[in-house]
C-alpha cells in the first residue's frame, strides 16, 4: 500500500462503507471512474474483503458479550477447536493468542442463562477448560483501519 490515493480510499470507507462512488471522488480528488477502478482493483487484490452492515447487539436480541479464553484438556489433543467451534453461531471471533490460554473467543448472546449454556457447548464441542470474562460496557469497537505509508 505505497499509493496515498489508495490509503485515502480505504480510509474513508473504512470510515464509512455506504459512502457512494461520488463521495470517495470529492473526498480523495479523482473522477468517479477512477474511484471505482481503484476498488475494483483493490477487491481484486484482497485487500478489500467485503462490506458489512453493523448491527446494535441490545436491538437484535444480544445484549450480552464476554470474552471467553480456551485452554485444551489435553495439551497433546490435535489443534482444531476452531474447526470443532465453527457451528456456534454466539461465537462472533475466534483468535489464536499468545499466553496460558490457546484461543480468545469473543461471543454475544441474550442472557446470563445464555452464556452458561454456551460456555457448555464449547467444553463439550472442544474438550477444554474456559475462563469467561463478561464485558460490562463497550467505549467503542469497529474501528475504522487506517492504512499506514509503506516505509
Known amino acids: 500500500m505505497d499509493d496515498s490515493v489508495d490509503r485515502a480510499i480505504l480510509a474513508e470507507i473504512s470510515r464509512e462503507g455506504r459512502a457512494t462512488l461520488s463521495q470517495l471522488s470529492d473526498a480523495v480528488g479523482l473522477s468517479v471512474s477512477a474511484v471505482q477502478s481503484r476498488l475494483r482493483r483493490l477487491e481484486t487484490r484482497g485487500v478489500i474483503t467485503g462490506y458489512r452492515?453493523?448491527?446494535d447487539p441490545e436491538k437484535v436480541g444480544t445484549p450480552l458479550s464476554a470474552f471467553i479464553?480456551?485452554?485444551?484438556?489435553?495439551?497433546?489433543?490435535p489443534d482444531i477447536a476452531p474447526e470443532q467451534l465453527e457451528h456456534l453461531d454466539a461465537i462472533e471471533a475466534c483468535h489464536s493468542i499468545a499466553g496460558d490460554a490457546s484461543y480468545m473467543l469473543f461471543?454475544?448472546?441474550?442472557?446470563?442463562?445464555?452464556?452458561?449454556e454456551l460456555v457448555r457447548d464449547?467444553?463439550?464441542a472442544a474438550s477444554v477448560n474456559t475462563r469467561t470474562t463478561v464485558v460490562l460496557q463497550t467505549?467503542?469497537?469497529?474501528?475504522?483501519?487506517?492504512?499506514l505509508a509503506a516505509e
Open 69 to 77: 479464553e480456551i485452554t485444551p484438556l489435553d495439551p497433546a489433543q
Open 139 to 147: 467505549y467503542y469497537e469497529h474501528r475504522p483501519i487506517i492504512p
Open 122 to 124: 464449547i467444553r463439550l
Open 107 to 116: 461471543v454475544r448472546v441474550a442472557s446470563p442463562r445464555a452464556l452458561e
Open 53 to 55: 452492515a453493523l448491527l
